[in-house]
């Protein structure tokens, strides 16, 4: 009995693997795996309906709470961003795969396959997992190189129905959507409208802005607007109010880890507001030395997780700094959102460094600090007294 586990969307790609794992790969028993990370509900719904008609076993797992917590909760301390891109897609690979392998070894599988195709970053992000393994990796569309047209034809000789043709490929969780493909691959198309989702455009966003506050215990956002909530409700309704205002969309070419350059769209609300007010609360909390040597951490834990390399033992390392740094940060932030802007009115921490004590129009101080001022910028003035 070859029996595969997939990871398994919903989509064109991951639907047209199963057929394509019994007729191609000779698989007897293909288990399906949908791993819920926060997918509109119709998507899950359609895709349970789809993997259960298709699959020999669909599975359907809830893994939203441990994405929030094991995944999310680092990646705001980590101010997670890499060129500019709120990581969405990536951050959520490496569970997905997880996953699959887990429902692999249970069931004492010999395989685990993927949908992704050769060109993106994702295949790398769930080979990286599955090869930690002694499971094989099958990954059929990027094996067999299929086209787009090529996959919907072999889906609708197997009854695989596609309602439309959908223009553009998306991915989405509950951090962040992504939108890729069709016209918008060209740098210079204007992004149409409709690709959003989450977001209003800046100009239908409301007049009136709205102040809101959020708080961190420890880097990790515990409640909006003085009640406290669970991650992933803090998440959902920032993700409402964001929206409403147009806060969050991202159009950037993006350098792929295979080293092309990439369109892509995102739309991502409440990534924007949090990282903005936990990343200014860093700032009234961390020392100065901390703040530019946690910068340069941060990079490396974008950059490791866009690659999806979180088991790299470099990644622990990088979050037991920063978990030690985020010992501190604790406060609250108050933003106005408006028409695209998340901006931060003021903040307020026990663990302010910030201190009011010391004034600087005493006297007393003054003169202390005019002793320093001989000295500072002493070498500079060596150096231009002598070339002058
Ligand atoms: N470029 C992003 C990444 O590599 C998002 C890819 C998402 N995929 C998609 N089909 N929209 O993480």
């Given at each position: ?45 359609e895709g349970v309906n789809r993997a259960t008609k ?335």
């Amino acid at each position: 009995m070859k029996r595969i586990v997939l990871a398994y969307s919903g989509g064109l790609d991951t639907s047209v693997c199963i057929p394509l794992l019994r007729e191609q790969y000779g698989y007897d028993e293909v288990i399906a795996v949908l791993v819920d990370v926060g997918q509109p509900e119709s998507d899950i719904k359609e895709g349970v309906n789809r993997a259960t008609k298709l699959a020999d076993v669909a599975l359907l797992l809830d893994a939203r709470q441990e994405f929030v917590h094991d995944y999310l909760f680092p990646l705001i301390k980590a101010n997670g961003d890499y060129e500019g891109y709120v990581l969405g897609t990536a951050i959520a690979r490496p569970l997905i795969a997880k996953k699959v392998v887990v429902v692999a070894q249970n069931r004492d599988a010999e395989a685990v396959a993927h949908g992704c195709t050769g060109k993106g970053n994702d295949q790398l992000r769930f080979d990286a997992i599955f090869r930690a393994t002694d499971l094989a990796v099958v990954a059929p569309v990027r094996e067999l190189s299929l086209t787009r047209e090529e996959e919907h034809a072999y889906a609708a000789k197997h009854g695989i129905a596609f309602e439309s043709e959908k223009r553009w490929s998306i991915d989405e969780n509950l951090w962040s959507r992504s939108i890729e493909g069709s016209e918008l691959e060209d740098p210079a198309a204007y992004p149409p409208e409709e690709i959003y989702k989450w977001t209003v455009s800046q100009d239908a966003a409301p007049e009136k802005p709205e102040l809101i506050q959020v708080s961190f215990e420890q880097g990790v956002p515990v409640a909006l607007n003085g009640e406290r909530m669970d991650g992933l409700t803090l998440i959902t309704r920032l993700n409402e109010v964001g929206g409403i205002h147009g806060i969050g969309r991202t159009d950037m070419i993006e350098d792929r880890v295979l080293g092309f350059k990439a369109r892509e769209n995102y739309e991502h609300p409440a990534a924007t507001i949090l990282l903005k007010a936990h990343r200014d609360l860093e700032r009234l909390v961390l020392t100065r030395n901390e703040l530019r040597f946690k910068a340069a951490v941060d990079q490396a834990w974008g950059e490791l997780v866009y690659q999806g390399l979180v088991m790299d033992p470099l990644y622990d390392d990088l979050n037991a700094f920063i978990n030690e740094t985020q010992k501190r940060v604790t406060g609250t932030v108050h933003l106005k959102l408006s028409k695209g802007l998340a901006c931060v009115l003021g903040r307020a921490s026990p663990n302010a460094l910030y201190s009011p004590g010391v004034s600087f129009d005493a006297k007393a101080e003054t003169r202390i600090v005019e002793g320093f001022s001989v000295y500072h910028g002493f070498q500079s003035r060596l150096i231009r007294r002598s070339c002058d």
